[in-house]
């Protein structure tokens, strides 16, 4: 019996923790970061956007994030540590981008 509910209670904290922020962590430069467009290199920054906002819900004290800590509190740690090297590769990207801007003239 005790079995079957630290199973149930294990399989229902396996779902919940799935659903815990994971912003994707960006790479600084690419190799053909030369060859982007004005027009790609607007989108880029507003992909990096999204994620340095998604990656800021992972660095709050949100429910999922609370509701972890109570279930599993190595995924908060966790949560919290993917949040900051996102937010950082992304801001590094942007500097780049914002350069590579400048250095072609674009205009937005």
């Not at 815990?20 to 960006?26: A, G, H, L, N, Y």
């Not at 429910?63 to 540590?81: C, H, K, R, S």
Request: include cysteine; aromatic fraction near 6%; charge should be positive.
């Amino acid at each position: 019996m005790k079995t079957a509910k630290f199973l149930s209670l294990l399989a229902a904290g396996s779902l919940f923790l799935s659903g815990c922020v994971s912003p994707e962590v960006v790479t600084t430069n690419n190799v053909d970061d030369a060859s982007l467009t004005c027009e790609e290199i607007k989108t880029q920054l507003g992909q990096l956007d999204e994620i340095r906002a998604e990656a800021k819900k992972g660095k709050t004290a949100s429910g999922t994030n609370v509701a972890a800590a109570i279930l599993f509190w190595p995924a908060v740690i966790g949560n919290y540590a993917n949040a900051n090297e996102a937010l950082e590769a992304a801001n590094k990207r942007h500097e780049v981008l914002v350069a590579l801007a400048k250095k072609k003239r674009c205009k937005f």
